[in-house]
């Protein structure tokens, strides 16, 4: 559709009394069968889908606000809201409700929101009673007008008709000349009367009053009234502090009045509700609906005004990335954007989504390279919260970004390092500012959101190049933190200052295990690349030096890191582990614990219980061969034990398939020479079988059937006059004498005997080879 007098944003109202946006569409008014009425029906202009179907009931309260927007509620606390694009529309739109309700619209209500009672209330008054009579405004009846106001705050229907009255032949802004004239005379009494007259008007929460307040003739005098609670001694000073301490200021001058009239006027609106209101109590909460709904709307139309005016955003970043520019300039450049992104929250998600494409095609990520590694903590701060944004909004932008840099001799201008290098320095006392760090590179590194079908290569392309030349700027601290185990201990021994090698100081210790955790993220989610990592780096054993530390919560991160990476069940880390003997610095503080129940000691014995019950086999084997001796003590668990019976079992298992493995093998070498069969002319017929069953037991075959034809001719088989043969051949040492009756199997005996610990027995000397002679009176079938 090409009208945009009908082009809407549809909002509903949340529980947190927030406005989210359901999508934008082009609204129309027509009948439904379905719904039996006049209904209003926004499509979504992206793909006509319907975001809204809504029956224009008779008794439903409309208003219309600030010239494109009609606001109502379908149900209880369901509130919906239409943001027209163009005023023309919204009075199309107006006129229609009003034409199906049969109300004047000129009216900025059609209904009187009352509940059932109160409507009965109302039917039994005199007719007189439904309007409001204001007293003249005039400073004897400042009190009057004070009482009246706030009379009504708990009646909706009377709160209707007040606000109706106040918006009558300009009454507003006669009560605020009133306040110019009680300030000049000094008349505390008529001050405070005009405090509680404002106050009250804020809560009629009437869209039509706020235009009259809030505008810029007025709006310092609502201030100003605001200033004389009769609860504080001496009045504040709001005016002051709008006027003379917060400056407005231009970091590149705005030429279009109305947005700069825009701007001041929701910052001054903020102050209002943020500082100079009281918090409103359980009774109160909704009073103030239409004032956020205000300065929400305001900052929409900021944003895009911003966002439509390209010489100007262009200014901006042309200044922010000019190496010329002071640092205050470029201060104020970088806290103006930080304004900026949060004033997109409010964009719908179309809208927001072209805004954050705009910055980046400005050249947004390069000048953030610049600002984070600048020292003002104020502008890294600020360029933290915009890199935020970013990243929630499009990780895949920030990862393309980062992977199209071109490579420097230096890694650590890339802007990734930037981001570590200033996580790891981070001089916060509590790392507050490292944390919102660690989460943002988690974002980044997280497989999760790489699976974009558009490119199906982020995830390899980007985990190698992180790997590549980031991971080492991560682990620095760590890597610079860890040495060998026994050097970290003699290190601590009778020393009472901060160890640098094994970090005692609390904030260090809490650097690290922000860098433990993301680090237990990459076993997780990068197989490979973290792998690959750990092996080269021998990054466990460092790691596990930090078991030592006096910090608790340190020593479960390297903990945590290691449990991780058994939970893999992969044998290449098994064998690591195995191979480097890792088990020790955690039995050592197993032991240490002693008979402390804690959180540690219930870690150390959950990551052996998870051997146990996903049966290890290597990890048990190399557990209780080394370690058994200093754990069977442990008794008020059965953990151990029971890996001592996992071990046991498999040992048997394993004596077992031996046993049967060496039978089988004997069985063979009897069966060879039976499985021949023999033609009249005698010559040997080997037996139908697949030969890849027994390749290597026909290789023996063949070859010592070869030796026999051409040294034993003698020796073979003579059909004697009873039709069976008799013949005789060699069997090596390993074979044994005996004959059989009607299947023709030799019995056989080996010729080693086992030794008492299931070994081979040794002699001195090795027997000699007898040959054996086999008669076979066996009648063959043919």
Known sequence: MSDTRRRVKVYTLNEDRQWDDRGTGHVSSTFVERLKGISLLVRAESDGSLLLESKISPNTAYQKQQDTLIVWSEAENYDLALSFQEKAGCDEIWEKICQVQGKDPALEITQDPIDESEEERFEEMPETSHLVELPPCELARLEEIADLVTSVLSSPIRREKLALALMSEGYMKKLLQLFQVCEDLDNREGLHHLYEIVRGVLFLNKAALFEVMFSDDCIMDVVGCLEFDPSLVQPKKHREFLTKTAKFKEVIPITDSELRQKIHQTYRVQYIQDIILPTPS?????????????????????VSMLQEDEKFLTEVFAQLTDEATEDCKRRELVNFFKEFCAFSQTLQPQNRDAFFKTLANLGILPALEIVMGMDDLQVRAAATDIFSYLVEFSPSMVREFVMQEPQQTDDDVLLINVVIKQMICDSD??????????????????????LAPTNKTEKTEFLSFFYKYCMQVLTVPLLASTVDEKNCK?????????NPVCPDNFQTAQLLALILELLTFCVEHHTYHIKTYIMNKDLLRRVLVLMNSKHTFLALCALRFMRRIIGQKDEYYNRYIVKGNLFEPVINTLLDNGTRYNLLNSAIIELFEFIKVEDIKSLIAHIIDNYYKALESIEYVQTFKGLKGRYEQEKDRQTLRLNRYRRDARTLDEDEDEEMWFNEDGEAIEKSRPEEEFPESFGKYMEA??????????NFPKRTPTGSFKFTFSHSAGAANGTNGANCKPATSPTSAASPNGSPAKSATPPATPVVKVSFPCQLPF
């Open 490 to 498: 003699d290190l601590q021994e009778g020393s009472t200052k901060i």
């Open 705 to 714: 059937k070869k030796v026999k034809e051409s040294d034993n001719k003698e």
């Open 429 to 450: 006392p509590e790392l507050g500012g490292a944390v919102q760090l660690m989460g943002l590179l988690r974002t980044l590194i997280d497989p999760e959101n790489m």
């Open 282 to 302: 359980v009774f109160e909460e909704n009073f103030l609906s239409t004032l956020t709904s205000f300065i929400f709307f305001n900052k929409v139309e900021i």
